[in-house]
DNA sequence: GTCCATGCAAACTGTTTGCACGCGC
DNA sequence: GCGCGTGCAAACAGTTTGCATGGAC
C-alpha cells in the first residue's frame, strides 16, 4: 500500500501536480469499496474520515483520476454517474430492471470482438464498455420488492 | 408509411393514448435521421414544421416512446442522452476520442454472449447495449481537427 | 514564496413537473 | 363534454466554475 503511495507521488510529480490529503482519500474510498460510487457517495463516504471536504473537490478529483487513468466512470442508465478504481476485476455491468442490483462480471470473449472490430473500422480501441439489461435471477424467481436501488456490483 | 400510421393509430389507441400531430412529428424526424438525435435537436428539427412545439413535449413524447418500444435512448459518455427510432439497422456504438465520430455497427456473435451470460448468471437479458471507444480510421492517419463532435453515425 | 488545490456559493445544463388551457376522441 | 396532452415557467438534480484563501512543494 505505501509502495502504493510512492508510485502515485511520482505519478503526480511528472504532471507537476500535487498528492493532497483530499486526493489521497478519494483514491482509499474508491480502492476500498467494491462498489460503484457515485459522487455523492464518494462524498459522504470522505467525510467521514474529513468534514470538511467539498463536494466540488470530489468532483474535480474524480475527473482528473479519470483522465489520469486511475477511474472509471460508468453512466449506466441512470441520470448520474458512477465511479470505480480501475483494478484486475471485471469490467462488464448488467443491471436488473426491476430491482435495480447491478452485477459485474468478466468476458474474456469479448477481446476477440474488439480485434474483429479493429479490423473491419481500421480503428484503434481502447475501452469497451458492456451494459446487458432484464431480470436477475432474483427477480425471475421469487421476485424481491423494488426499492433496494443499489449498485451493490456483486462480481460474478 | 400511411401503413405504418394505421398501425401506430391502434398501438396509441390500445392504450388510451392520442395521436397527436406533436407525437407524430417526433417520430417522424427520428425515423427520416439516421443520426442519433437529442433532445433539443429533435426539438429544434421538429420545430421547423411546427414553431409551438415545447421542449417540455419532445421530452415526453421520447420518454412515452422509449416506455413503447419505439425509440432508444443512449447515453453516449456525455452529460445528456441520444435517441434513436428503433429499425432493423445495426444497435451498437463506436465512440471515437479524437474527434467524437459516432460509428454505428452490427454484431451478431453477441448474441452468444448473451446467452451465455444468461445461463451464468440465471438472469433473462432484455437489452445490450455495447459501446467502443478509441481513434476512428481518420484520426489515425491524417488526423482530423477536433470539434465536429456530430453524431453522424455512418453505419458500417 | 510560488502557484496549484480547496471551500464556498453561484451558475449552468439537461430534464422533470405543476398547472391552467386546448383539443382529440 | 370528458379527460388526456400541451405550452409555459418554475423546479430539480447533477455537475461545473469564479474567486479569494490556504497549503504542498
Do not use: W
Amino acid at each position: 500500500m505505501s509502495g502504493c503511495r510512492e508510485r502515485l507521488r511520482e505519478l503526480f510529480k511528472a504532471r507537476g501536480l500535487r498528492l493532497t490529503p483530499q486526493r489521497l482519500l478519494v483514491l482509499e474510498v474508491l480502492e476500498e469499496s467494491d462498489k460503484h460510487l457515485d459522487a455523492e457517495a464518494v462524498h459522504e463516504m470522505v467525510r467521514m474520515r474529513d468534514q470538511d471536504i467539498s463536494l466540488a473537490t470530489v468532483y474535480r478529483t474524480l475527473m482528473l483520476f479519470k483522465e489520469m487513468g486511475l477511474v472509471e466512470e460508468h453512466r449506466l442508465g441512470e441520470g448520474h454517474s458512477h465511479y470505480e478504481a480501475v483494478g484486475g476485476g471485471p469490467h462488464y455491468h448488467f443491471t436488473c430492471l426491476s430491482c435495480g442490483r447491478v452485477i459485474e462480471f468478466d468476458l474474456p470473449s469479448l477481446v476477440t470482438v474488439e480485434r474483429d472490430l479493429e479490423r473491419r473500422l481500421d480503428a484503434t480501441i481502447v475501452e469497451a464498455h458492456l451494459h446487458m439489461m432484464g431480470y436477475c435471477d432474483r427477480c425471475r424467481n421469487g421476485r424481491v420488492g423494488e426499492g433496494d436501488r443499489v449498485h451493490e456490483a456483486s462480481k460474478a
